[in-house]
């Protein structure tokens, strides 16, 4: 698992020092143009940008490898329901307890009535979708799933085997 973390500080290291030539520097969206706030490097050709994709892949996959990838729905629908809250919940006892993992928003999974829903993905095991997850629910999922490595089934709403087929 450390393996991945030490990847990407690494990655974002030399990043960070491509960033600081003068022809990679560019303004955030909302800044001020004298503000002079760093962003994405340029891409001046396509085998920068074919350089970059590889990249890229090498860091998903190496990343992948880190074992635990949580997932959280922060459509409208979640947002409304409370996502954001389970969201800084998960990424606050994943900190406090020093477990690495992939943590990813996305729009909408499709179960509103189920909001805030937030998936767990281990490699090796099932992919397992809590519903109504509010944040005082998080600590309770992350010892039972991610510490014990049991599931919480009562909060259950839907299960993905490792084949890509419902279990």
Do not use: F
């Not at 520097?25 to 994709?53: C, F, T």
């Not at 635990?68 to 409208?76: D, F, K, Q």
């Not at 009535?113 to 397992?128: C, H, K, S, V």
């Amino acid at each position: 698992m450390r393996e991945c973390r030490r990847h990407q500080r690494k990655s974002v290291e030399s990043e960070s020092a491509r960033m600081e030539e003068p022809h990679h520097r560019s303004v955030q969206a909302g800044a001020r143009a004298d503000e002079g706030v760093l962003a994405m490097p340029r891409i001046g050709s396509i085998e920068e940008l074919r350089a970059l994709k590889e990249r890229v892949r090498e860091d998903v996959r190496i990343c992948r490898g880190c074992g635990t990838r949580i997932i959280v729905g922060l459509g409208t629908c979640g947002i409304a329901a409370g996502a954001r809250d389970t969201m800084r919940a998960v990424l606050e006892e994943l900190e406090r307890r020093g477990i690495e993992a992939t943590v990813d928003a996305v729009g909408c999974i499709g179960m509103c009535y189920n909001e805030p829903l937030l998936d767990i993905q281990q490699a090796g095991r099932p992919r397992i979708t809590y519903g109504n997850v509010s944040a005082d629910r998080v600590p309770r999922i992350i010892e039972e799933h991610l510490v014990n490595g049991g599931v919480v089934e009562e909060w259950v709403v839907g299960r993905l085997d490792v084949g890509g087929t419902d279990a």
